[in-house]
């Protein structure tokens, strides 16, 4: 079955850093590309970046370039979305998902709360 | 970047066909696939419709997709309407730098 495995919730104060994940399992994690989503807290999806763990090409959305950091280690499957200051406005559930021609696999999601 | 704008809500009753539109702001909306996803309370999405009118198995054939050029926009028709239905739905395509756009998403309530 395939599954993406997503790190628990995770509750942090402005100004720290922080590093969640999204482990893949059955199926070849380096053929298939892994997006990142946010999802704001009674809010639309929003498409935060990509990237295909076989050769770490990574791509991001306007609106979270510089702001955020996706990256893999294909040794152990995993995807990572990172934040080195967070804000209270990263308050947020982020999804990761597999991209085939769509969309098709899903994580459970992480729900990162910011605040003081 | 192109923009997906979805109405913010449609209503109707079970047995009932609903149609949710998606416009898109700028370029052709046939120049990229279309993605349809199902989003209920406390869940992660899920696909109903990929490649503008392609179901998943396991998608029930009640869900439907197509595109309009005349009117730049997809529509994901929902005909039998179930209880089931009720969640929020969002379009998504991809743009010419492989960057998803999601809709703004719209929910769907079954009276």
């Known amino acids: 079955e395939v599954q993406l495995v997503q790190s628990g919730a995770e509750v942090k104060k402005p100004g720290e850093s922080l590093k969640i994940s999204c482990k893949g399992s059955?199926?070849?994690?380096?053929?298939?590309?892994i997006g990142w989503v946010r999802q704001m807290p009674g809010k639309g999806l929003e498409w935060m970046g990509i990237?295909?763990?076989?050769?770490?090409?990574?791509r991001y959305s306007p609106s979270f370039q510089g702001q955020v950091t996706i990256s893999a280690d294909k040794s152990i499957s995993t995807a990572y979305l990172q934040w080195s200051s967070l804000k209270a406005s990263d308050t947020a559930m982020y999804y990761c998902?597999?991209?085939?021609?769509?969309?098709?696999?899903w994580g459970k999601g992480t729900t990162v709360t910011v605040s003081s | 970047n192109f923009m997906l704008t979805q109405p913010h809500s449609v209503s109707e009753s079970p047995g009932k066909t609903v149609t949710i539109s998606c416009t898109r702001s700028s370029g052709s909306i046939a120049s990229n696939y279309v993605q349809w996803y199902q989003q209920r309370p406390g869940s992660s999405p899920t696909t109903v419709i990929y490649e503008d009118n392609q179901r998943p198995s396991g998608v029930p054939d009640r869900f439907s997709g197509s595109i309009d050029s005349s009117s730049n926009s997809a529509s994901l028709t929902i005909s039998g309407l179930k209880t089931e239905d009720e969640a929020d739905y969002y379009c998504?395509?991809?743009?010419?730098?492989?960057?998803?756009?999601f809709g703004t998403g719209t929910k769907v309530t079954v009276l």
């Open positions: 998902a597999r991209r085939v021609n769509y969309m098709d696999v």
């Open positions: 059955g199926y070849s994690f380096t053929s298939y590309w």
């Open positions: 990237i295909y763990p076989g050769d770490s090409d990574t």
């Open positions: 998504q395509s991809y743009d010419s730098s492989n960057q998803g756009v």
